[in-house]
């Protein structure tokens, strides 16, 4: 069983629409990280936290320690939020250890 | 701030050869990691630095050097290149351990 685990794995939105992607983790962290792939290859940072929720534009991650659980939501979701969506746990120490991310399609 | 380069973009190399990636950064950050992408998998840890002159070992390191010399300077070496290497390395820096990550553009490296 993989530490981090997202779900699903392939999402497939209608624009407009309200998204969630879900992380899972099975260790204990210091932090938890969510990051954006676009799609050519580049690699941005959305959210770090490591307690209670924090909202960014339409973006918004919330996080429950003792659960071991992240969202990541979407609001008014539009094509240009396609993208792979990557969870990310700081372990005790300076590892991080990622998902396996989550294909987001956005449809206009 | 060009934030974080790394070059080449592209590599292919024979098996058995080496070859150094570069990693730099002028943000002044202290921590410095190197990832590989594979299909299918989340990006692994190969090596990380806390500071210049610190490294240490992440998920995968086998078949991998780092050297940190100047905080800006993350330096990833493959000793003798195997088609098991074929993957995009990406390198991140972060002011510290509890800040966000920043990444490089990435480098597609493919071993024949």
């Known amino acids: 069983k993989n530490e981090v685990e997202q779900s699903p794995q392939n999402l497939t939105a209608q624009e407009g629409e309200f998204i969630t992607i879900n992380c899972s983790y099975s260790v204990g962290i210091s932090a938890l990280h969510w990051l954006q792939q676009h799609p050519g290859g580049g690699i941005v940072s959305l959210f770090m936290l490591s307690s209670g929720k924090k909202k960014h534009g339409r973006l918004i991650a919330t996080i429950n320690i003792q659960e071991k659980h992240s969202s990541l939501h979407i609001t008014a979701s539009h094509p240009r939020d396609s993208a792979v969506y990557i969870c990310a746990v700081m372990e005790y120490g300076n590892k991080l250890v990622f998902g396996a991310g989550t294909i987001l399609r956005v449809k206009s | 701030n060009a934030g974080v380069t790394q070059t080449p973009k592209f590599q292919v190399l024979k098996t058995g050869q080496s070859m150094t990636l570069q990693c730099a950064q002028d943000m002044n950050h202290e921590y410095m990691s190197w990832y590989r992408q594979d299909p299918g998998m989340g990006l692994r840890l190969i090596h990380y630095s806390v500071g210049a002159g610190i490294t240490d070992q992440g998920e995968v390191p086998n078949g991998y050097n780092v050297s940190r010399s100047t905080t800006e300077d993350f330096p990833l070496r493959l000793l003798s290149a195997a088609p098991s290497q074929t993957s995009v390395y990406f390198c991140?820096?972060?002011?510290?351990?509890?800040?966000?990550?920043?990444f490089g553009p990435g480098t597609r490296l493919t071993v024949l």
């Open positions: 991140a820096s972060s002011p510290g351990r509890y800040n966000e990550q920043f």
